[in-house]
């Protein structure tokens, strides 16, 4: 006969945390009662968030696929996280791949340090994002783990993962604490209160759009004004050069926290009339801190807001602690000290803490932390609620006001219900449109979705009343219902659960489709595999500057041609929402035009046209 014990362990499913980040990635696991990073076989305590295809049409991650950045700009692509939530499909190795689609490879990649150490079989993961990400972006992050062969069942804000590592160590001091997370692509600012073992969650912002990659650019844009005022030649109009620039600038960046000064020295960037162009610069850490100090002023800014909003002044906080790679550089700790006057906390790994908190989570769920104590509790980054009539200037009722029924850093799982009506008489039936955001008016929030409420009494005398009723849950998936108090009629929609998907059945091409590309990863050892890679990029090279001797051929050159396109219209939809009407009309208009160029094969028209783009992303300063 089977015990229970026997039975528990014959159902159990191991249980992870990762953080899937914009530059990185990790996985960890409880053991001993502590959480542990998973290392890679290579012995690899973090990834590269990056994903190549290589010619031979396998999928690559990690170290591999990040040297292949500059020797194969065209199948591989790094900080994806930037595009989670999008329904435009990214090009790689001609593929066209959703968002979600190229994370699930990165996921893969994590999943199989897992199997390698709990055997095949069924495996959960709790997966980090930032506190400041839509629904959208956390379904997609969601479907991510799921195209993976993850079961995925928890989400949690990434600055919360972080608090739960640290006050898993700290349990005996009842602390305010708050989580500066500046990672590779986004920004977020939590304020924790650990009180007899319950880790609670005050208040969170941030900016999904500001981080590593956004100073990784700046620099590049500085380079590449030094190459022009030098040798009047962009590189970044280069496919290849751009790459090589943003790696160098990357480098440097890293060498720029640790030193005064670094000597960049780039024999070959880019080719102009036959003749090799290099780059030979001094960088100081003054120059880079001038460059990137206003986006760092603006994360100090979201910090006093976090202050604010948890009702606390920089006095209240007891320990600063510092999450993602790019607080190490030393103008961050600077900006905390002259706030708070108070060094922040160095004993917390920046790479790793999110990934172990991760883990903490996933050892609560699971119960081998059961024991500990520990008790978390988040918020809801945004308010949520739904579009309704509200006064206009002129007194006379207006469509578009934004009702919250869920205010911005209220405490999570949380249910709430408002009363509402319908907006005339004898109306049966109301559409409920739910919005997040936290401007007054609709338009300029964040459209969730949309249904409708039909069956509602027809009553002629007065406007009938209708109960709306949020229910928002750890994983930040919310339920929406919409109920006549007089007919008990009833409609509940999942909104968040939602997938962006015509069907399941598409669902499952997806993965088969990312599973077809994972089983066909290479043979080699990576060893190989890099030394491929630079063979690659040295003939790559060698062919380029053959080319240049005007022996390029009409077939190659509308390909060169349509690269560059695609670039200019990548770059161009990523900064749309921060647009203004007019300017956004002008860049949709122009991507139209480069995209109707590039299917008629009209190769003046397509060069022209993207020297007009380029002079539009100029003007814009993008």
């Known amino acids: 006969m ?23 990635s990790a996985v960890a696991y409880i053991a001993e009662g502590k959480p542990q990073i998973l290392p890679s076989p290579r012995g690899e305590r973090i990834i590269p968030s990056v994903v190549l295809i290589d010619p031979q049409g396998r999928a690559v991650v990690g170290e591999d696929a990040r040297a292949a950045l500059v020797a194969m700009p065209d199948r ?29 490879l990165i996921l893969k990649e994590l999943k199989s340090y897992v199997d390698e150490l709990h055997g095949e079989g069924d495996k959960e993961a709790v997966i980090t994002v930032p506190a400041y990400f839509t629904d959208e972006q956390r379904r ?38 708050l989580v500066y997370d500046l990672g590779g692509g986004t ?13 609670e969650v005050r208040a969170s912002t941030g900016n999904r759009m500001l981080g590593g990659e956004d100073f990784d650019w700046k620099l590049v844009d500085w380079l590449a004004e030094r190459m022009i005022a030098e040798h009047g030649v962009d590189p970044r109009d280069d496919l290849r050069a751009r790459a090589l620039l943003k790696e160098k600038a990357e480098d440097a960046k890293k060498l720029l926290s640790s030193q005064e000064t670094v000597s960049l020295a780039i024999p070959l960037v880019t080719v102009k009339h036959n003749t090799p162009i290099g780059l030979h610069v001094e960088l100081t850490r003054t120059t880079f801190v001038s460059l990137i100090d206003a986006q760092l ?12 909003d948890a009702g606390l002044h920089a006095a209240n906080i007891d320990e ?61 980054p945004f308010s949520m609620g739904i579009a309704v009539l509200t006064e206009g200037r002129l007194g006379a009722p207006r469509a578009g006001g934004f009702a919250p029924i869920i205010p911005r850093n209220t405490t999570i799982p949380v249910t709430r219900t408002k009363r509402f ?48 009723t949020f229910r928002y849950n750890l994983n930040g998936i919310l339920e929406v219902t919409a109920q006549s108090p007089a007919n008990g009629k009833a409609m509940t929609v999942t909104v968040q659960d939602a997938l962006n998907r015509e ?8 993965a088969e489709r990312l599973q077809k590309l994972w089983d066909q990863a290479p043979a080699e050892e990576p060893d190989d595999l890099l030394s491929e890679q630079e063979e690659l990029m040295e003939l790559e090279q060698w062919l380029d500057e053959e080319m240049d001797d005007e022996e390029r051929t009409d077939e190659e050159s509308p390909t060169v041609l349509h690269e560059e396109a695609q670039l200019l219209i990548g770059r161009v939809r990523d900064q749309l929402d921060q647009l203004e009407s007019s300017a956004k009309t002008r860049a949709l208009r122009e991507m139209e035009r480069l995209e109707q160029a590039m299917e008629a094969g009209d190769i003046d028209r397509l060069q022209q046209l993207i020297d007009d783009m380029t002079d539009f992303l100029i003007e814009l300063e993008l």
């Open 2 to 24: 089977t015990s229970n014990r026997e039975r528990r362990m014959e159902s159990f499913r191991p249980i992870v945390g990762i953080d899937l980040g914009t530059t990185n």
């Open 76 to 104: 591989s692509l790094a900080a994806v996280k930037r595009r989670m939530g999008s329904t435009e499909p990214l090009l790689l190795a001609g593929q066209a791949l959703l968002p979600q689609e190229i994370s699930a």
């Open 187 to 199: 920004f977020d600012v939590s304020v924790v209160e650990l009180m007899s073992g319950v880790l």
């Open 297 to 308: 002023l603006e994360s100090m800014d979201k910090v006093r807001q976090v202050l604010d």
């Open 320 to 380: 600063v602690l510092l999450v993602g790679g790019s607080t190490r550089i030393p103008r961050v700790s600077e900006l905390i000290v002259d706030l708070f006057g108070k060094a922040p906390r160095t004993d917390v790994n920046p790479d790793e803490a999110v990934a172990l908190g991760a883990a903490v989570q996933a050892g609560l769920k699971s119960g081998a932390l059961s024991d500990s104590g520990l008790v978390a509790t988040d918020v809801a």
């Open 421 to 468: 009506s319908t907006s005339a008489p004898g109306q049966t039936a109301v559409s409920i449109e739910v919005y997040q955001g936290e401007h007054e008016w609709v338009k300029h929030n964040h459209r969730l979705g949309e249904f409708l409420l039909e069956g509602l009494p027809a009553n002629y005398k007065s406007l009938e009343p209708l109960d709306v």
């Open 503 to 510: 069907s399941k059945e598409a669902l499952q091409e997806s």
């Open 140 to 177: 997609a992050t969601k479907e991510a783990g799921e195209l993976a062969g993850f079961v995925v069942e928890r989400i949690i804000n990434e600055p919360t993962a972080a608090a739960l590592a640290f006050g898993l160590d700290n349990l005996e001091n009842d602390q305010t604490f």
